[in-house]
């Protein structure tokens, strides 16, 4: 049987599809954007977390021990006396995970389960062996950055896709996300001749993902597309960084400090369904709201 | 909410209404502090004093008038009297009726005039009282009609000349004349004055008036905000444990007699009127179902995302059924309305003190852990011992509330089962007379037993002397102990099966308790799941094996521990719909806590709905929800410890509050200032 690494699993997720969902993260993505909301997300393998700020430094996470899955990390995971001390993933068999979101099926039954990630499609053959095993409404979270094999067999069991198109630019998306985006449009391309109807998610990124250009570039390549529902522009959510501190990085993306620029105009003009959405946090100004 | 109304409404929230008020004058208590007349004719006579010193404020567009000038309503007894007569009974809290929902159908309908006619000739104390406070209310009505005339309000003035002898004949009516009866039921002393099932007693008047085109739904729903603006205009000078605990609750939607949806325009039109003005009063509760239909629930959670803390839910398929076994007439429990907070009463028919004692779930978790886990083989053996505690318990606490005596309340008589007619005074016994008992801190107790069960008999890591030592010390130089059991999953709102179970045992075993005992008034005691203030205030406090210290207070009603991070909200909502909840059905809800920014799009309000929905559909009794704001972020920088729970959710992931950086709180914080 298959196995996957999962790093979370959220109860009632409040943008991850319709009604009452459980957001399951898979951990792994073939990205590396430079505004990533979860850096426990990209590595594949699990991670250590320790919450420094309320560390006392008692040490004895860093005495031996002998559980045989503190192992692989050098430091003991079960000492911490105020538990502060984790893994970022966790290892299922498809079964098990099947099982342990069929038992929220009383909740299920008015909303269903979301993929999301780092990015789940990198564990396909895993999840496609999970999602046949649950009755309930299912939807995916994807950058689709993998290949197209990996991608569609996946996209095709979900009842909902939410698909991250995020620049157009193939030279600044390799500098921003580390990767072309050639493999993305592609599988964008896939779904459609596949008549998977999909919503495209743009992240609006101030000054990486928000100008004009970008926006118009991706809504003429998305202009033909027809089974795409909608395009969802989301407003940047600004607080990131204290994740990055649990796992010991650095958080420097070049994001400008200002809103985003949300060009839904250029999206209806050429006959897509576009909403903005402001999630949490959308409305803080990075700095004064006379910005605007 | 028009013009006039904001106007209205903002007045309120200033308090202007304020400045005609002055204090009852000193040294005109004696005329109803007589030793030589009964009770009642001194309440009878006070209330007379107080309607007499009451000034008329109208408006000259005011279409619902009458509000309180004379601050306070002084003790019918002196304290000397009030002192005696407490070492001689048991008072419950002032001594006065509270905590009761009159059946004002009646009166509204034909009117005081009515009443007279139907005691006329009658002798007795209540009559004789009676007969004076309606006289002394006619007196006040007529001084307001010429405050209206003189103010050049005709309708306001025609209206209170007739209406409190006639009755209503249309809806505007229907809502003064409750106002009429409600402000006289608190002039004459009682308080936790129930609203009820407004959107049912008031819908005949409504309909009439739509029918017949003397009204169109947008004035009714004007008339019905100026309404529930009255009841912000008193509240202030209504006793309660804190400003706010007024009683002031509706009760809407819910099942007729027959059992079918009773949910109507009115009820539709009570929540928008809430929804637009935003005030702390009246407070609603909903009343659903399985057959609720989804849109109620949206409906309901735009409510909740305001921010007021309601509407609280009650689940007519546990309530029902569960005041039905507690032998309850089902025509009755099918009308059961909600109480200042939560206990569920029968309007009209009810003297039940559904707040007259509390058990404390931890005490007797802490009594078992010294006197009997040293020497227990198995946790079965400590869960026994627990359990006999308990029983202990409820049963000391049915002993603790005898030789009751409560003053009387003629007016407020009028409205309460057959006391008309029998002359008998509703504080000395209705049909139904039973007591409720608070159960307190049920997650704490269960959280600590499944710590004991793990730590001290599974992986027998802990000894019950290290445990009780560390107890005593309320953890002081057993740190490693404490956060073992601190931060263990072990925990109630985790929908861990075995731990909810220990739920199932312990509110089973409280009820069972006092099955079977009956009160000196022939009542029964219903156990419930409410805290009341007692999880912040109490004498029990003391540290708890699940980790929680001393002064850490217990969760609020039935709610996880404080302190306790829970995996999430389906996972709270699974725990705790584990117990059947139809065996203790005093009352006392699932509170949680959402940030206010969950609601902030339609697809989070629907989310919230459904798992409302949901809770309904697994068996929960009674849900509240919380829309937290920024003065409760605020107060968790300053005590974070209190806060634990506190949930934040940012795009697709959720944070404890506390656990953020400051500067990430702040931005929080911020962000609220700047909301709408």
């Known amino acids: 049987m298959k196995r996957g690494t999962i790093f979370d699993i959220k109860e009632l997720g409040l943008y991850d599809g319709d009604g009452i969902r459980l957001t399951v993260f898979l951990k792994g993505c073939p990205l590396s954007c430079v505004w990533c909301q979860n850096p426990e997300g990209p590595k594949m393998p699990p991670e250590v977390f320790r919450h420094q700020s309320r560390c006392k430094g008692c040490g004895r996470c860093k005495l031996p021990c002998h559980h045989p899955d503190c192992a692989p990390f050098g430091i003991c995971l079960h000492a911490c006396p105020d538990h502060l001390v984790g893994l970022y993933g966790k290892v299922y068999t498809a079964d098990e995970l099947a099982e342990e979101i069929n038992g929220y099926g009383d909740f299920l039954a008015y909303g269903g389960v979301t993929f999301s990630g780092g990015e789940p499609a990198l564990q396909s053959e895993f999840l496609c062996e999970v999602a046949r095993q649950i009755p309930f409404p299912k939807a995916m979270e994807t950058c689709a950055a993998v290949p197209t094999e990996d991608f569609l067999p996946l996209a095709l069991l979900m009842d909902d896709l939410f698909v991250d198109l995020k620049m157009m630019d193939e030279g600044e998306h390799i500098r921003y996300t580390g990767r072309s985006n050639r493999q993305i449009l592609e599988n964008i391309r896939a779904l459609d001749a596949a008549k998977k109807p999909f919503v495209i998610r743009l992240p609006l990124i101030p000054g990486i993902t928000d100008s004009d250009e970008n926006q118009a570039a991706i809504a003429d390549f998305l202009s033909e597309m027809s089974s795409l529902q909608r395009v969802e522009l989301l407003s940047y959510n600004p607080f990131t960084p204290t994740k990055y501190a649990l796992i010991g990085r650095a958080y420097d993306a070049p994001i400008a400090n200002r809103p985003p620029n949300i060009r839904t105009d250029l999206f209806a003009e050429r006959g897509i369904p576009a909403v903005a959405l402001r999630l949490r946090g959308a409305d803080a100004p990075h700095s004064s709201p006379s910005n605007h | ?676």
């Not at chain 2, 007045?11 to 202007?16: N, P, R, Y």
């Not at chain 2, 009297?81 to 001689?88: D, F, G, K, Q, V």
């Not at chain 2, 003629?410 to 008992?437: A, K, W």
């Open chain 2, 1 to 676: 909410m028009n013009h006039r109304i904001q106007a209205l409404r903002n007045a309120v929230l200033a308090g202007d209404h304020k400045i005609c008020r002055s204090p009852f004058p000193r040294g005109k208590e004696a005329a109803f502090r007589d030793p030589a007349l009964p009770y009642s004719m001194r309440t009878a006579i006070r209330f007379a004093k107080i309607c007499d010193l009451e000034r008329p404020v109208v408006a000259k567009d005011s279409r619902i008038v009458l509000q309180r000038t004379v601050i306070d309503v002084p003790e019918v007894c002196s304290d000397e009297e009030m002192t005696a007569l407490r070492a001689s009974y048991f008072l419950h809290e002032r001594g006065n009726v509270s905590n009761i929902c009159p059946d004002y159908a009646g009166v509204i309908a034909s009117g005081l005039d009515a009443v007279l006619i139907s005691i006329d000739g009658k002798s007795g104390q209540l009559y004789d009282a009676l007969r004076l406070e309606i006289a002394a209310l006619y007196r006040l009505c007529d001084r307001y009609s010429a405050e209206a005339e003189r103010m050049g309000n005709t309708a306001v003035a025609e209206r209170l000349s007739r209406l409190p002898r006639k009755g209503a004949k249309s809806f505007a009516d229907a809502l003064q004349l409750f106002r009429i009866l409600h402000f006289s039921i608190w002039a004459e002393g009682e308080y936790h004055v129930i609203v009820g099932r407004l959107d049912q007693y008031l819908y005949p008047y409504l309909a009439a008036d739509l029918a017949s085109g003397v009204l169109t739904e947008e004035d009714a729903l004007e008339l019905l905000e100026e309404f529930f603006i009255s009841f912000n205009l008193d509240s202030d000078l209504y006793p309660g444990m804190q400003q706010g605990d007024d009683g002031q609750s509706i009760v809407l939607g819910g099942c007729t007699a027959d059992g079918e949806d009773a949910y109507n325009l009115l009820s539709q039109l009570c929540m928008t009127a809430c929804g637009n003005l935003c005030l702390a009063d009246p407070k609603i509760n909903l009343r659903v179902s399985q057959n609720t239909p989804e849109e109620r629930y949206v409906e309901a959670t735009k409510l909740t995302a305001k921010g007021l803390g309601f509407p609280q839910y009650s689940n007519d398929d546990v309530v029902i059924p569960g005041l039905i076994a507690l032998g309850y007439d089902p025509v009755d429990a099918r009308n059961y309305t909600v109480a200042a907070c939560w206990e569920f009463i029968i309007p009209g028919k009810g003297m039940e003190i559904p707040n007259i004692a509390a058990l404390f779930f931890p005490s007797a978790v802490n009594r078992a852990l010294h006197t009997s886990l040293a020497d227990t083989p198995d946790f079965d053996s400590f869960l026994d011992a627990v359990k006999s505690e308990i029983t202990a318990e409820a049963k000391r606490l049915t002993e603790t509330v005898k030789n009751l005596f409560i003053l009387p309340a003629p007016f407020l008589s009028m409205l309460e089962g057959d006391c008309l007619q029998t002359g008998r005074d509703v504080s000395l016994g209705n049909v139904y007379n039973h007591y409720g008992i608070h159960g307190v801190g049920l997650s704490t107790a269960v959280d600590s037993l499944a710590a004991i069960r793990q730590f001290v008999f599974k992986k027998q890591t802990v000894s019950p002397a290290d445990l009780i030592a560390a107890i005593d010390a309320d953890y002081a130089g057993y740190t490693d102990l404490y956060t073992t059991l601190r931060y263990a999953d072990c925990k109630m709102g985790n929908g861990i099966k075995e731990v909810d179970g220990l739920a199932v045992t312990l509110l089973k075993t409280f009820a069972n308790g006092l099955n079977g005992i009956r009160n000196e008034r022939g009542g029964i005691f219903r156990a419930g799941t409410g805290s009341a203030m007692f999880y912040l205030h109490s004498d029990e406090s003391f540290a708890t094996p699940d980790g929680k210290c001393a002064a850490e207070p217990y969760g609020t009603n039935y709610s996880p521990g404080l302190y306790v991070r829970n995996k999430g909200p389906l996972s709270v909502i699974r725990s705790f719909t584990t117990p059947d909840l139809t065996k203790t059905i005093n009352g006392g809800p699932l509170t949680m806590e959402f940030h206010a920014d969950s609601f902030l799009t339609e697809q989070g309000i629907r989310s919230v709905a459904l798992l409302v929905k949901v809770f309904v559909e697994k068996g929960g009794h009674q849900l509240q929800l919380n829309a937290v704001d920024v003065e409760v972020l605020k107060d968790a920088q300053l005590h974070p410890e209190n806060y634990r729970s506190l949930i934040v959710r940012v795009w697709g992931w959720s944070a404890y509050f506390v656990e953020l950086s400051r500067e990430y709180q702040d931005h929080v914080i911020r962000r609220q200032e700047f909301a709408v």
